[in-house]
């Protein structure tokens, strides 16, 4: 089935007094061969910054049980296609080829194309689910494959994350269509953020009542708004 959608929502914070959500969407509804209550559906939206998909998964009439232990999503790149690998959350960057990743990479992922294409491999709407990062095919060349840290045990109705292709043509592009991947989380439930104010952040890394003293009196005389307490 298909659909289309164009709205406009105003956020609370950012750079952007309004948003535009724009997408072509596909719905493929699948159903098990042997038995016709178990049903799924592969959601894939289109946007003029990059396409997303997700798996869904209908209220099932006995209330299933699902665990998911892996999507096996794949990313087939062009040869010669480069990533800015990073191991962990705040590792530090590699620039590396689709080969011989030393573990697997964190997402977003963003990779470089001959000709200056920049795509990003990210992640959406990623509630009640397992870490997904990615990794490399052990025998398709040049291809990512998503990797769960472990199972997602869940209960019909659900969808798994949206993995989403942002593409560019430059590197600032990806990061001026960042739009992108709040469009693929839904409205928020907050009736009335007035109170959300943004400012400045201090982080308190040192777990101690001295080091926590001493932030707060920086954030204050510096006019810092907020104070992170990072355990």
């Keep these: 089935s298909h659909a289309s959608h164009d ?25 098990k061969d042997d038995n016709p209550i178990y049903r799924m559906s592969i959601d894939i939206r289109a946007y003029n910054e990059g396409v997303a998909l997700r798996y869904a998964f209908p209220e099932n009439e006995k209330g ?32 590396l080829e689709l080969a011989n990743w030393p573990d697997e990479a964190e997402r977003p992922l963003t990779l470089e194309l ?10 959406a709407q990623m509630v009640d689910y397992s870490r997904t990062k990615f990794k490399l095919s052990k025998d398709k060349p040049n291809t990512i494959v998503t990797a769960m840290h472990d ?36 409205p928020s439930k907050i009736a009335q953020p007035d109170w959300i104010k943004p400012g400045k952040i201090m982080r308190v890394m040192t777990q101690t009542t001295a080091a926590a003293k001493a932030n707060i009196d920086f954030a204050v005389k510096h006019k810092l708004q907020y104070v992170l307490f990072d355990w």
């Design 64 to 95: 299933t049980y699902y665990r998911v232990t892996q999507e096996n999503t794949e990313f087939a790149m062009p040869v010669e296609t480069k990533a800015w690998y990073a191991g962990w959350a705040q590792a530090p960057y590699k620039k």
């Design 151 to 186: 199972p997602a045990d869940l209960i019909s109705p659900f969808a798994t994350p949206w993995r989403g292709i942002m593409i560019a043509e430059s590197a600032g592009a990806l990061a001026d269509n960042s739009h992108f991947i709040l469009n693929l989380n839904p």
């Design 114 to 123: 001959l000709g200056g294409i920049h795509v990003a491999l990210l992640e």
């Design 7 to 31: 709205t406009t929502w105003r956020p609370v914070t950012g750079e952007r007094a309004q948003v535009r959500d724009h997408y072509n969407a596909l719905t493929i509804s699948l159903v």
